[in-house]
């Protein structure tokens, strides 16, 4: 964290471009992307995930109400 702010990003590789030292590429390349805090990260299901559901549940329904032996 060459800038100081809690996380390694792309403000520290600027830091780092600007003032650079012997060692702090590898410090910087061995920890970026590492956040500050230890937040649990969640999978989001995508909007349509939803709306694929109810399209294959109300044609499942659909399939059980048709009366048999109809073309």
Not at 4 to 23: E, K, T
Not at 35 to 42: G, I, V
Request: aromatic share 8%; charged share 20%; glycine share 14%.
């Amino acid at each position: 964290d060459f800038d100081g702010d809690g996380d390694v990003d792309g403000n520290d590789f600027l830091a780092w471009q600007r003032n650079a030292s012997v060692g702090s590429l590898g410090d910087w390349a061995a920890n970026f992307g590492q956040p500050a805090s230890n937040a649990a990260a969640a999978a989001t299901p995508e909007p349509t995930t939803l709306l694929q559901c109810l399209i294959c549940l109300g044609g499942g329904a659909r399939r059980r109400r048709s009366p048999r032996g109809k073309a």
